[in-house]
């Protein structure tokens, strides 16, 4: 009961890649590179078994990016073909590669990693990758056409690799889709056939995590215009509800979601997140528990895991230490209580 876990990415060591800095370049190449990695994911798994995190992730340790990490080893993408796009409906503008020509996987993007971290935790393992929506909101396309035939493209790839990931030992299978919380009319379209795709025949867990962002300026800016309730989610719970996906991971903690949108998920599992993902300040244990106790209102402890509110990559190293710590240490407090 209140298994806690992360949302997804943790911060690179500073040896590994530039840190706080989205898209950082790698300090290494080839063989060095997979060491390194490797180490450093070693690390956060055993950062967060020391913390107390029931199920863990290696914080994409192996990942430039959640989205580009695995599109990188995609064919039918032009790297060098850069178009302007803005991300998220405009909130900011990136240079991304384009989609040219049809999409596949020559094989497993993932796999290696997956047999690294499964052999170095007995807890549940958790493996993010990105939700097809958020993919064609992350890359430009200059074949397909229509967003959402783009989205089914990229979905079979998905499947394809979360199969042999499940096959591995992975435990959690969970899709990342904050785009979700922007393109609300076409997660009822199109978003959720997507994502029922990418999941078809696994038999692990299966997550989608959708949230306000990470805790950089563009976002940061972007939520003081969302008023004093956000309410993006009231538009997509219901769908969410109805459909295939085991878990639904929300951002909590620090922001204007009335948590009453959270009965809207009287079928799912919630993924509570009740740390923010900001540099400003680590959430103290008793904070976290409020955070889940006030969930509880909403979402019977059974069916309740305390989480981060998104993945904490662009935030100072010691700060998501600091954070995973009181998300354990606040879920203990709360267990300990029931």
Same mark, same amino acid.
């Given at each position: 009961? #209140? ?6 990415? #943790?911060?690179? /060591? ?8 989205? +898209? ?8 060095? *590179?997979?060491?390194? =990695? ?5 690390? +956060? ?8 995190? !029931? ?8 990942? %430039? ?26 909130? @900011?503008?990136? =240079? ?47 074949? @397909? &056409?229509?967003? &959402? ?22 435990? $959690?299978? =969970?899709? !990342? ?12 379209? +199109?978003?959720?056939?997507? #994502?029922?795709?990418?999941?078809? &025949? ?7 995590? %959708?949230? @306000? ?6 976002? *940061? ?8 309730? +956000?309410?993006? @989610? ?5 769908? *969410? ?5 085991? =878990? ?5 903690? &620090?922001?204007?979601?009335? *948590? ?9 599992? $919630? ?20 955070? %889940? ?22 935030? /100072?190293?010691?700060?998501? #230490? ?17």
């Amino acid at each position: 009961m #209140l298994e806690s876990t992360i949302a997804g990415s #943790l911060p690179k /060591p500073d040896w590994l890649a530039e840190p706080e800095k989205l +898209w950082a370049p790698w300090r290494f190449q080839g063989e060095a *590179l997979t060491l390194a =990695q490797e180490r450093a994911a070693a690390e +956060w798994i055993k950062h967060q078994e020391d913390a107390g995190i !029931d199920i863990v992730t290696n914080g994409e340790q192996f990942r %430039i990016h959640f989205v580009h990490g695995f599109l990188e080893h995609i064919t039918g993408i032009d790297w060098d073909k850069k178009t302007a796009m803005g991300i998220r409906d405009n909130r @900011y503008t990136v =240079q991304v590669p384009t989609v040219t020509g049809p999409v596949s996987r020559a094989k497993s993007v993932h796999l290696d990693e997956v047999r690294f971290s499964r052999a170095r935790t007995d807890r549940k393992l958790k493996f993010t990758l990105p939700g097809p929506m958020t993919i064609c909101d992350t890359i430009a396309d200059d074949h @397909y &056409g229509r967003r &959402g035939d783009m989205a089914m493209a990229f979905a079979e790839i998905l499947n394809n690799e979360a199969r042999e990931l499940e096959a591995s030992g992975v435990d $959690v299978i =969970q899709f !990342d889709e904050p785009a979700f919380n922007v393109f609300m009319e076409d997660v009822k379209e +199109w978003g959720i056939d997507a #994502l029922h795709r990418a999941c078809e &025949g696994l038999k692990c867990t299966t997550a989608v995590h %959708i949230c @306000y962002g990470y805790g950089i300026d563009e976002n *940061l800016r972007w939520k003081d215009t969302l008023g004093r309730e +956000w309410r993006q @989610y009231e538009e997509i719970f219901p769908a *969410l509800n109805a459909s295939r996906i085991g =878990q639904v991971s929300l951002e909590c903690a &620090g922001s204007h979601v009335p *948590l009453s949108l959270m009965g809207l998920l009287k079928d799912k599992d $919630v993924l509570v997140g009740s740390v923010e993902v900001t540099a400003a300040r680590v959430e103290d244990p008793a904070e976290v528990a409020a955070t %889940i106790r006030s969930a509880m209102r909403h979402v019977d402890a059974e069916r309740l895991y305390p989480c981060t509110n998104c993945g904490m990559v662009p935030i /100072p190293y010691e700060v998501a #230490l600091g954070k995973i710590k009181s998300l354990a240490a606040g879920a203990s407090l709360v267990r300990d209580s029931l």
